[in-house]
Each structure stands twice: as C-alpha cells, then as structure tokens.
C-alpha cells in the first residue's frame, strides 16, 4: 500500500538519501521492486526530518505523487539531517487522496507512519478511537492510519519508550482487526518500526542505521526483518525482537 524509511545516522542531505541511490524512495513511488499491494505510489508522500536548535520536527507534505515535486527535489540538495522519516503513499479504498493523509504524521517531537490497512475499518473504528489520544490532529485524518497513530500517542505521552509503544499498537489492533501493520517511528535520537504483514527491510553501516519497506540501493549489509517483528535502533545498533515479546513484557501495557 505504501513504501516508508528511517534514517539516523551522521547527517546527509534529503537529496542523497531520497532521490539518489538506483531504488530511492523516489523510485519506489512509481516503480517499486518488492510491493505486495498496489503498482504505485502516487496519492502523495511527505518527508520529516530534525533541525538542530528545533524541539520539534519539521514535516513537509503533499497529496501530488513525489515524482512531481520539482520544488522539493532542488530544496532537498540543500537540507541535511541526522534523523528522516519519510513515505509515498498509496491510498486505501474508500480514503481520500488529501495532503492530510499523507504521512509522516507528527505530534510533539514524534514522527510516525504506517504502511499497511485496516481490514473491515468501519467495524472497529470506534474500539481504536477509544484508544487513541483526543485532540491529536494529526489523529483526526480521515483515514485509518491515523487513529494507529493516535493510539501511540497516547502511549508515547504515558511514559511508553518509543518502540514498546509501536508493539503494543501492532499487536492490539492485530486483535480488533486482521490488516497490515508495519509501523515506523522516531524521537529524533531511536527509530522503531514493526514488519507484520509487510515487507521491511534494515541497513546498519558505519555511520548509519536505515530501516525501510524495501532495500534502496544493493548494499549487500541489508537483511529482510522476519515477520512478527520489531526493530529498535539507536547510535549504537539495531536490535530484532518478536512483537508480541515486547508488547507482553512492557511495563505500560495497559491503555486505561
């Protein structure tokens, strides 16, 4: 439905990590390799990145497939970053294509997206709106993404770590609702992401650490997350753990 990435590394600009290597995530918004759902993503995409001397992140959007954003390529060769999280998107049926589902979504110095669907939404939209964090604007798109999202923010905000929430959420709204919940996160300073039911891919280098729905370039230190999983990275390394391991044994597993 959708392809995504995180970085966190030593700082590169939005153009060498976006648009330049041969399966940038440029690419994957017209010609992605390993998709399992969907030919292309067109119905928009947005990039979130931290400024030093800001608290927050900055986000861009559009609801315009990446490929046509000139704009955003020439200013993309000047902005460097140490911390991105990025997404095209592919719109789920019966969601609009509008730049306010477009993701990464972003709330206090939090950055999130989600590639994957919600089966039969309808049925347990208001079981998650009960779990999600009111008044979260970001919560309130009109589309199924956001109420994942709303729903880590609510853990984020009750003292859950970043990727002990991320297992909760994949693993509650799994219970409510078979779909597709790869998740992915960051605070500036760790990245998280959940493979279940996509593909999900992580690159540890020297200087870097990238998690992404699939390879960007044919670095052969890429290696396929196993299903069912979390990612946890940080300066010092990545980290792989079944799901339901962290969700179960987290201190903050109860919502209420």
């Known amino acids: 439905m959708c392809r995504h990435l ?5 700082p590169t ?13 440029l690419v994957q918004s017209y010609a992605p390799r390993r998709q399992k759902h969907g030919l292309v993503n067109a119905d928009g995409y947005g990039v979130g990145w931290y400024h030093p001397g800001r608290a927050r992140p900055v986000r861009y959007r559009r609801a315009t497939p990446m490929w046509a954003d000139a704009s ?9 970053a140490a911390c991105v999280l990025a997404a095209v998107r592919s719109a789920t049926p019966g969601f ?20 994957g669907r919600i089966e039969g939404f309808a049925g347990v939209e208001e079981d998650l709106r009960r779990e999600a964090e009111p ?36 693993a509650r709204a799994s219970a409510l609702a ?37 390879p960007f370039d044919g670095d052969a230190r890429w ?3 196993p299903d069912g999983s979390l990612v946890t990275a940080d300066a010092h390394g990545a980290v792989i753990r079944p799901i339901e391991e962290v969700a179960c044994t987290d201190p903050l597993s109860s919502t209420t």
């Open 135 to 170: 008044a979260v604007p970001d919560a309130r798109a009109p589309v199924d993404s956001a109420l994942l999202f709303g729903m880590a923010v609510r853990l984020w905000r009750r003292g859950r770590p970043l990727a002990g929430a991320l297992a909760h959420v994949a």
């Open 13 to 25: 600009t939005l153009h060498d990590l976006l648009h330049a290597p041969a399966q940038s995530l």
């Open 72 to 80: 955003f390529a020439e200013v993309a060769q000047v902005v460097s």
């Open 223 to 225: 290696r396929q997350v």
């Open 6 to 10: 995180a970085y966190l590394g030593a």
């Open 178 to 214: 078979p779909g597709r919940y790869n998740l992915l996160a960051t605070d500036g300073l760790r990245l998280a992401a959940t493979a279940c039911g996509d593909s999900l891919y992580v690159l540890r280098t020297g200087e870097a650490v990238v998690t992404a729905s699939e």
């Open 96 to 115: 609009p294509v509008d730049e306010s589902c477009a993701q990464p979504f972003t709330c206090d110095g939090w950055l999130f997206s989600h590639n």
